[in-house]
């Protein structure tokens, strides 16, 4: 089965554990974190099949592609004057 709708996955930072955290409303039960956007990405190229696997949308042995937009905010403070 090829997923035709584009999986929309959201990261936001978490300041204090200086991680990216995603979160999907697509996909029930996905929750993962990583130090880096690059290392997230890789996380949820393996997370996203399980768990649509887990949640009965594809099958184990189906082959296909599976399409996600990342989107990312991180919120910064720009210190300035004396």
Do not use: C
């Not at 993962?32 to 956007?37: C, D, P, V």
């Not at 949308?57 to 592609?65: F, K, R, T």
Request: zero cysteines; aromatic letters at 6%; glycine letters at 4%.
């Amino acid at each position: 089965m090829n997923i035709n709708k584009t999986i929309r996955v959201k990261a936001n930072w978490d300041e204090e554990a200086q991680v990216w955290v995603a979160t999907s409303d697509d996909v029930s039960g996905l929750a993962t974190e990583a130090e880096t956007l690059e290392q997230l990405i890789k996380k949820l190229q393996i997370i996203i099949p399980e768990l649509l696997y887990v949640n009965g949308l594809i099958n184990e042995d189906e082959q296909g592609e599976i399409p996600f937009h990342l989107l990312s905010e991180r919120t910064e403070t720009i210190k300035f004057g004396a």
